[in-house]
Protein backbone atom coordinates (compact mmCIF):
# COMPACT_ATOMS: atom_id res chain seq x y z
CA UNK A 1 0.00 0.00 0.00
CA UNK A 2 1.37 3.64 -0.87
CA UNK A 3 1.61 5.76 2.28
CA UNK A 4 2.15 9.49 2.34
CA UNK A 5 4.51 11.02 5.55
CA UNK A 6 3.00 15.06 5.76
CA UNK A 7 5.11 17.46 7.33
CA UNK A 8 3.68 19.91 9.08
CA UNK A 9 4.33 23.76 7.17
CA UNK A 10 6.58 21.99 4.79
CA UNK A 11 8.08 24.91 2.31
CA UNK A 12 10.72 23.63 -0.22
CA UNK A 13 13.95 25.74 0.24
CA UNK A 14 14.83 25.94 -3.44
CA UNK A 15 12.39 26.87 -7.11
CA UNK A 16 12.35 24.09 -9.79
CA UNK A 17 15.65 25.74 -11.49
CA UNK A 18 17.58 25.55 -7.68
CA UNK A 19 16.82 21.91 -7.36
CA UNK A 20 17.61 20.93 -10.54
CA UNK A 21 20.77 22.50 -10.67
CA UNK A 22 21.59 21.09 -6.79
CA UNK A 23 20.73 17.34 -8.03
CA UNK A 24 23.53 18.10 -10.85
CA UNK A 25 26.06 19.53 -8.54
CA UNK A 26 25.64 16.59 -6.23
CA UNK A 27 25.83 13.88 -8.52
CA UNK A 28 28.84 14.50 -9.92
CA UNK A 29 30.64 16.06 -6.56
CA UNK A 30 29.67 13.13 -4.65
CA UNK A 31 30.81 10.03 -7.35
CA UNK A 32 34.25 11.97 -7.83
CA UNK A 33 34.84 12.05 -4.03
CA UNK A 34 33.46 8.45 -3.79
CA UNK A 35 35.50 7.05 -6.57
CA UNK A 36 38.91 8.76 -4.82
CA UNK A 37 38.00 7.47 -1.47
CA UNK A 38 37.67 4.03 -2.80
CA UNK A 39 39.82 3.96 -5.94
CA UNK A 40 37.44 3.16 -7.91
CA UNK A 41 36.79 3.63 -11.59
CA UNK A 42 33.62 3.95 -13.29
CA UNK A 43 31.88 1.21 -15.82
CA UNK A 44 29.25 0.84 -17.91
CA UNK A 45 26.09 -1.28 -16.30
CA UNK A 46 23.38 -3.33 -17.84
CA UNK A 47 20.04 -2.38 -17.57
CA UNK A 48 18.58 -6.16 -17.87
CA UNK A 49 20.12 -9.31 -17.60
CA UNK A 50 19.05 -12.85 -18.59
CA UNK A 51 16.78 -14.98 -16.00
CA UNK A 52 17.70 -18.02 -14.62
CA UNK A 53 21.37 -17.39 -14.23
CA UNK A 54 21.10 -15.52 -10.90
CA UNK A 55 22.79 -12.93 -11.47
CA UNK A 56 19.99 -10.39 -10.67
CA UNK A 57 19.63 -9.44 -6.67
CA UNK A 58 16.25 -10.89 -5.21
CA UNK A 59 16.22 -8.28 -2.24
CA UNK A 60 14.14 -9.84 0.31
CA UNK A 61 13.57 -12.64 -1.79
CA UNK A 62 9.77 -11.74 -2.71
CA UNK A 63 9.95 -8.67 -4.97
CA UNK A 64 9.16 -9.56 -8.46
CA UNK A 65 11.47 -8.89 -11.05
CA UNK A 66 10.19 -7.06 -14.47
CA UNK A 67 10.59 -8.70 -17.14
CA UNK A 68 10.01 -9.23 -21.22
CA UNK A 69 11.14 -11.60 -23.97
CA UNK A 70 14.00 -11.00 -26.22
CA UNK A 71 12.75 -11.73 -29.91
CA UNK A 72 16.50 -13.12 -31.41
CA UNK A 73 16.87 -15.63 -28.53
CA UNK A 74 13.81 -17.55 -29.12
CA UNK A 75 11.66 -15.27 -26.32
CA UNK A 76 14.86 -16.01 -23.78
CA UNK A 77 13.12 -13.84 -20.76
CA UNK A 78 15.54 -10.78 -19.85
CA UNK A 79 15.20 -8.91 -15.94
CA UNK A 80 15.09 -5.38 -15.64
CA UNK A 81 17.76 -5.37 -12.81
CA UNK A 82 17.01 -4.59 -9.25
CA UNK A 83 20.54 -3.82 -8.00
CA UNK A 84 24.24 -5.07 -9.66
CA UNK A 85 25.06 -7.00 -6.73
CA UNK A 86 26.05 -10.35 -8.29
CA UNK A 87 26.91 -8.66 -11.94
CA UNK A 88 29.59 -6.21 -10.15
CA UNK A 89 31.42 -9.20 -8.90
CA UNK A 90 31.41 -10.93 -11.96
CA UNK A 91 33.12 -7.60 -13.23
CA UNK A 92 35.52 -7.25 -11.23
CA UNK A 93 37.26 -10.96 -12.55
CA UNK A 94 36.14 -9.58 -16.01
CA UNK A 95 38.12 -6.68 -15.36
CA UNK A 96 40.96 -7.96 -14.10
CA UNK A 97 40.50 -5.91 -10.94
CA UNK A 98 43.57 -5.84 -8.16
CA UNK A 99 42.57 -6.14 -4.65
CA UNK A 100 42.53 -2.39 -3.20
CA UNK A 101 40.68 -1.26 -6.33
CA UNK A 102 37.47 -1.48 -7.40
CA UNK A 103 34.44 0.02 -9.65
CA UNK A 104 31.61 1.64 -9.89
CA UNK A 105 28.49 2.77 -11.96
CA UNK A 106 25.35 4.12 -12.46
CA UNK A 107 22.48 1.62 -11.71
CA UNK A 108 18.51 2.41 -13.32
CA UNK A 109 16.25 -0.27 -11.82
CA UNK A 110 12.44 -0.75 -11.66
CA UNK A 111 11.39 -2.54 -8.68
CA UNK A 112 7.43 -3.03 -9.43
CA UNK A 113 6.18 -4.16 -5.86
CA UNK A 114 7.54 -1.32 -3.95
CA UNK A 115 5.12 0.65 -1.73
CA UNK A 116 5.15 4.60 -3.59
CA UNK A 117 5.86 7.17 -1.23
CA UNK A 118 8.16 9.56 -0.07
CA UNK A 119 11.25 7.74 -0.11
CA UNK A 120 9.88 4.43 -1.88
CA UNK A 121 9.91 4.88 -5.95
CA UNK A 122 9.27 2.49 -8.71
CA UNK A 123 12.26 3.66 -10.44
CA UNK A 124 15.57 3.13 -8.54
CA UNK A 125 19.00 4.94 -9.18
CA UNK A 126 22.42 5.00 -6.69
CA UNK A 127 25.74 4.22 -7.29
CA UNK A 128 26.66 0.69 -7.18
CA UNK A 129 30.18 -0.32 -6.31
CA UNK A 130 32.25 -3.36 -5.49
CA UNK A 131 36.04 -3.51 -4.51
CA UNK A 132 38.30 -6.40 -4.48
CA UNK A 133 39.44 -7.29 -1.14
CA UNK A 134 41.96 -10.12 0.40
CA UNK A 135 40.98 -13.00 2.90
CA UNK A 136 42.81 -10.68 5.49
CA UNK A 137 40.26 -7.95 4.87
CA UNK A 138 37.11 -10.02 5.74
CA UNK A 139 36.58 -8.78 9.16
CA UNK A 140 34.42 -6.22 10.84
CA UNK A 141 37.26 -3.36 10.82
CA UNK A 142 37.52 -3.21 7.60
CA UNK A 143 34.42 -2.88 7.31
CA UNK A 144 34.18 0.20 9.17
CA UNK A 145 37.00 1.79 8.04
CA UNK A 146 35.21 1.13 4.24
CA UNK A 147 31.48 2.81 5.66
CA UNK A 148 33.80 5.66 7.46
CA UNK A 149 35.32 6.64 3.73
CA UNK A 150 31.69 6.69 2.10
CA UNK A 151 30.83 8.91 5.17
CA UNK A 152 33.53 11.16 4.59
CA UNK A 153 32.32 11.63 0.88
CA UNK A 154 29.14 12.26 2.38
CA UNK A 155 30.16 15.05 4.56
CA UNK A 156 32.38 16.81 1.88
CA UNK A 157 29.58 16.95 -0.16
CA UNK A 158 27.15 18.41 2.37
CA UNK A 159 29.43 21.61 2.84
CA UNK A 160 29.69 21.96 -1.16
CA UNK A 161 25.63 21.98 -1.42
CA UNK A 162 26.27 24.94 2.05
CA UNK A 163 28.30 26.90 -0.16
CA UNK A 164 25.90 26.85 -3.32
CA UNK A 165 23.04 27.41 -1.24
CA UNK A 166 23.59 29.22 2.25
CA UNK A 167 20.33 28.33 3.49
CA UNK A 168 20.56 25.12 3.76
CA UNK A 169 22.74 24.43 6.72
CA UNK A 170 24.87 21.55 7.12
CA UNK A 171 23.73 18.98 9.67
CA UNK A 172 25.97 15.79 10.22
CA UNK A 173 27.44 14.83 12.72
CA UNK A 174 31.59 14.52 12.47
CA UNK A 175 31.44 10.91 13.37
CA UNK A 176 29.30 8.20 12.12
CA UNK A 177 27.53 6.05 15.16
CA UNK A 178 27.95 1.99 14.64
CA UNK A 179 25.85 -0.50 16.73
CA UNK A 180 24.82 -4.17 15.73
CA UNK A 181 21.28 -5.02 15.29
CA UNK A 182 21.21 -7.56 17.83
CA UNK A 183 22.54 -4.49 20.95
CA UNK A 184 20.03 -1.89 18.96
CA UNK A 185 17.55 -5.21 19.64
CA UNK A 186 18.48 -5.08 23.38
CA UNK A 187 18.68 -1.41 23.95
CA UNK A 188 14.89 -1.00 22.36
CA UNK A 189 13.42 -4.69 22.86
CA UNK A 190 9.83 -3.11 22.90
CA UNK A 191 10.12 -1.53 19.53
CA UNK A 192 9.90 -2.83 15.60
CA UNK A 193 13.34 -2.74 13.70
CA UNK A 194 12.09 0.35 11.92
CA UNK A 195 10.79 2.14 15.48
CA UNK A 196 14.36 1.21 16.60
CA UNK A 197 15.81 2.42 13.45
CA UNK A 198 14.12 5.78 13.94
CA UNK A 199 15.18 6.28 17.84
CA UNK A 200 19.08 5.41 17.38
CA UNK A 201 19.10 7.87 14.03
CA UNK A 202 17.29 10.33 16.37
CA UNK A 203 19.74 10.27 18.87
CA UNK A 204 22.83 10.11 16.91
CA UNK A 205 21.92 11.62 13.35
CA UNK A 206 23.84 9.03 11.61
CA UNK A 207 24.46 5.61 12.00
CA UNK A 208 25.60 2.07 10.43
CA UNK A 209 23.82 -0.87 11.78
CA UNK A 210 25.57 -3.92 11.53
CA UNK A 211 24.28 -7.57 10.83
CA UNK A 212 20.89 -7.31 8.23
CA UNK A 213 19.62 -10.76 7.28
CA UNK A 214 20.16 -13.02 10.18
CA UNK A 215 18.37 -13.95 13.19
CA UNK A 216 18.17 -11.66 16.10
CA UNK A 217 17.60 -13.46 19.33
CA UNK A 218 14.04 -13.01 19.64
CA UNK A 219 13.88 -15.16 16.22
CA UNK A 220 13.25 -12.55 13.89
CA UNK A 221 15.56 -10.55 11.34
CA UNK A 222 16.13 -6.79 11.41
CA UNK A 223 15.19 -6.32 7.89
CA UNK A 224 16.04 -9.22 5.20
CA UNK A 225 18.80 -9.71 2.47
CA UNK A 226 19.18 -12.16 0.14
CA UNK A 227 21.49 -15.06 0.96
CA UNK A 228 24.11 -15.12 -1.42
CA UNK A 229 25.85 -11.86 -1.82
CA UNK A 230 26.05 -10.08 1.84
CA UNK A 231 27.93 -12.04 4.78
CA UNK A 232 25.25 -11.77 7.53
CA UNK A 233 26.54 -14.92 9.81
CA UNK A 234 30.47 -14.52 9.64
CA UNK A 235 31.52 -12.89 13.05
CA UNK A 236 31.40 -9.24 13.08
CA UNK A 237 30.73 -6.59 15.53
CA UNK A 238 31.51 -7.40 19.76
CA UNK A 239 31.23 -10.93 18.59
CA UNK A 240 27.53 -10.95 17.06
CA UNK A 241 27.46 -12.33 13.22
CA UNK A 242 27.49 -10.30 10.05
CA UNK A 243 30.02 -8.51 7.94
CA UNK A 244 27.51 -5.64 6.29
CA UNK A 245 24.33 -3.06 7.27
CA UNK A 246 22.80 -0.12 6.51
CA UNK A 247 24.07 3.31 6.49
CA UNK A 248 21.24 5.40 7.78
CA UNK A 249 20.57 9.53 8.64
CA UNK A 250 17.84 11.57 10.29
CA UNK A 251 16.25 12.89 7.72
CA UNK A 252 15.07 16.60 9.74
CA UNK A 253 11.75 17.11 7.19
CA UNK A 254 10.33 13.59 7.45
CA UNK A 255 11.13 13.48 11.06
CA UNK A 256 12.26 10.21 10.64
CA UNK A 257 15.70 7.83 9.77
CA UNK A 258 16.06 6.96 6.32
CA UNK A 259 18.62 4.47 4.46
CA UNK A 260 20.80 5.94 2.23
CA UNK A 261 23.42 2.95 1.19
CA UNK A 262 23.10 -0.85 1.90
CA UNK A 263 26.60 -2.82 1.74
CA UNK A 264 29.07 -5.25 2.83
CA UNK A 265 31.62 -7.66 2.63
CA UNK A 266 30.19 -10.14 0.23
CA UNK A 267 30.39 -13.91 1.12
CA UNK A 268 32.75 -16.43 0.43
CA UNK A 269 32.37 -20.01 -0.91
CA UNK A 270 31.69 -21.11 3.07
CA UNK A 271 29.25 -18.54 4.12
CA UNK A 272 27.57 -18.96 0.62
CA UNK A 273 26.47 -22.33 1.50
CA UNK A 274 26.40 -21.80 5.32
CA UNK A 275 23.80 -18.71 4.68
CA UNK A 276 21.62 -20.94 1.59
CA UNK A 277 21.12 -23.65 3.83
CA UNK A 278 19.88 -21.35 6.48
CA UNK A 279 17.02 -20.73 3.83
CA UNK A 280 16.39 -23.69 2.46
CA UNK A 281 18.48 -22.75 -1.01
CA UNK A 282 20.94 -24.89 -1.37
CA UNK A 283 19.43 -25.09 -5.46
CA UNK A 284 21.05 -21.94 -6.17
CA UNK A 285 24.16 -23.48 -6.07
CA UNK A 286 23.55 -24.93 -9.80
CA UNK A 287 23.18 -21.63 -11.04
CA UNK A 288 25.62 -19.58 -13.36
CA UNK A 289 26.90 -16.95 -10.89
CA UNK A 290 26.76 -19.57 -7.50
CA UNK A 291 28.86 -22.09 -9.39
CA UNK A 292 31.48 -19.20 -10.87
CA UNK A 293 32.02 -18.07 -7.09
CA UNK A 294 32.30 -22.05 -5.95
CA UNK A 295 34.75 -22.51 -8.57
CA UNK A 296 37.11 -20.05 -7.32
CA UNK A 297 36.91 -17.77 -10.43
CA UNK A 298 35.39 -14.96 -8.70
CA UNK A 299 37.37 -12.36 -6.25
CA UNK A 300 36.65 -11.44 -2.30
CA UNK A 301 34.86 -8.50 -2.54
CA UNK A 302 33.22 -5.70 -0.57
CA UNK A 303 30.31 -3.49 -2.17
CA UNK A 304 26.77 -2.14 -1.86
CA UNK A 305 24.76 0.73 -3.20
CA UNK A 306 23.88 4.51 -2.55
CA UNK A 307 20.86 5.77 -3.41
CA UNK A 308 21.44 8.81 -5.89
CA UNK A 309 17.87 10.61 -5.09
CA UNK A 310 17.55 9.51 -1.30
CA UNK A 311 20.85 11.79 -0.87
CA UNK A 312 20.06 14.33 -3.14
CA UNK A 313 16.49 14.52 -1.41
CA UNK A 314 18.10 14.77 2.05
CA UNK A 315 20.90 17.12 1.08
CA UNK A 316 18.42 19.52 -0.53
CA UNK A 317 15.91 19.05 2.58
CA UNK A 318 12.95 17.55 0.57
CA UNK A 319 9.67 16.15 1.49
CA UNK A 320 9.26 13.59 -1.03
CA UNK A 321 11.20 11.75 -3.66
CA UNK A 322 9.24 12.68 -6.62
CA UNK A 323 10.62 16.18 -6.01
CA UNK A 324 14.42 15.13 -7.10
CA UNK A 325 13.14 12.07 -9.68
CA UNK A 326 10.15 11.54 -12.25
CA UNK A 327 8.14 8.78 -11.87
CA UNK A 328 4.57 7.44 -11.47
CA UNK A 329 2.66 8.13 -8.78
CA UNK A 330 -1.20 7.79 -7.55
CA UNK A 331 -3.09 10.65 -8.48
CA UNK A 332 -4.38 11.10 -5.48
CA UNK A 333 -0.92 11.11 -3.98
CA UNK A 334 0.08 13.81 -6.29
CA UNK A 335 -3.29 16.23 -5.74
CA UNK A 336 -1.98 15.98 -2.07
CA UNK A 337 1.59 16.94 -2.35
CA UNK A 338 0.87 19.45 -4.45
CA UNK A 339 -1.90 20.83 -1.59
CA UNK A 340 1.55 20.17 1.09
CA UNK A 341 3.74 22.01 -1.08
CA UNK A 342 5.48 19.15 -2.27
CA UNK A 343 5.24 19.41 -6.25
CA UNK A 344 5.92 16.30 -7.77
CA UNK A 345 8.30 16.18 -10.99
Known amino acids: MSY ?54 DLNGVERAVSFPIKDLQDAQAEVVH ?85 IKPCLPKELFFIHSE ?21 YGAVFIIGIGGQLGDGKKHDGRAPDYDDYSSKGLNGYPGLNGDLLLWNDVLQRAIELSSMGIRVDKEALVRQLKEEGEEKRLDLYFHKRLMNDTLPLSIGGGIGQSRLCMYYLRKAH ?25
Not at 7 to 31: M, V
Request: with cysteine.
Open 4 to 57: LIKPTNYRPLLDLKQTELGIKQIKEFFQLNLSSELRLRRVTAPLFVLKGMGIND
Open 83 to 167: SLAKWKRMTLADYHIEPGHGIYTDMNAIRADEELGNIHSLYVDQWDWERVITKEDRNIDFLKEIVNRIYAAMIRTEYMVYEMYPV
Open 183 to 203: ELRQLYPDMEAKDRENAITKQ
Open 321 to 345: IGEIQASIWPESMRKECEALNMPLI
